[in-house]
């Protein structure tokens, strides 16, 4: 049951997280923005889902490596670069569903996003805030981001304060004794 849970929570969340950003600048925001800035590759990210390529987002901006680096610590060193591919691959099918969701897919399009702010806690490490409104809701996001080789990417994206990475972190701990990261990834992405 927790399982199921946790699915429907990381499908709620990544949708949401999906839909945080807007293409375009917002009306607050500096025309001297930096084009290599956490709020700009946010909105290249943004431009992908909000044209319907959800999953070229998510490959394009999203360190899954790092995400599961984060989310199973120490146990990830026990983990084989073939079942490192393959915890990636069945994330991605997972994602490819949800985005593939009508629904989704016209909230992400119609969404209207305010309160762009940027905490940068270095030249390389950033917290992209945003409150999402769709269908009445007013929905506080962030995306939290890492540079690397030059490029910004997602290291966790978070709803209401809920991250990914924290949700599957401590639930993954309750049952690590008993599942491997692998595992664990297998089971949340392949419920229905």
């Known amino acids: ?34 084009a290599d800035s956490a709020e700009a590759a946010a909105r290249r990210y943004s431009d992908l889902l909000k044209t319907g390529h959800g999953l070229d987002a998510i490959k394009s901006y999203w360190d899954l490596d790092a995400m599961f680096d984060s989310m199973f610590g120490d146990n990830m060193k026990k983990v084989s670069d073939e079942d490192r591919a393959q915890m990636r691959i069945s994330m991605l099918v997972f994602l490819q569903r949800i985005y593939a969701n009508p629904k989704i897919s016209q909230t992400m399009s119609t969404a209207k996003f305010t309160g762009f702010t940027t905490n940068a806690a270095d030249a390389d490490h950033a917290v992209v805030s945003f409150t999402v409104e769709f269908e009445k809701r007013s929905v506080p996001n962030t995306l939290t981001m890492e540079r690397h080789e030059g490029k910004w990417r997602v290291v ?37």
Request: proline fraction near 7%.
């Open 1 to 34: 049951m927790k399982t199921i849970h946790l699915v429907c929570g990381l499908g709620l969340l990544m949708a949401a997280a999906a839909a945080v950003v807007r293409a375009g600048p917002a009306a607050s925001q500096p025309a001297t923005q930096a």
């Open 156 to 192: 966790d994206a978070a709803t209401n304060g809920q991250g990914i990475v924290g949700i599957i972190r401590k639930e993954y701990a309750a049952n690590a004794a008993k599942i491997t990261p692998p595992q664990y990834i297998r089971a949340i992405t392949s419920a229905p």
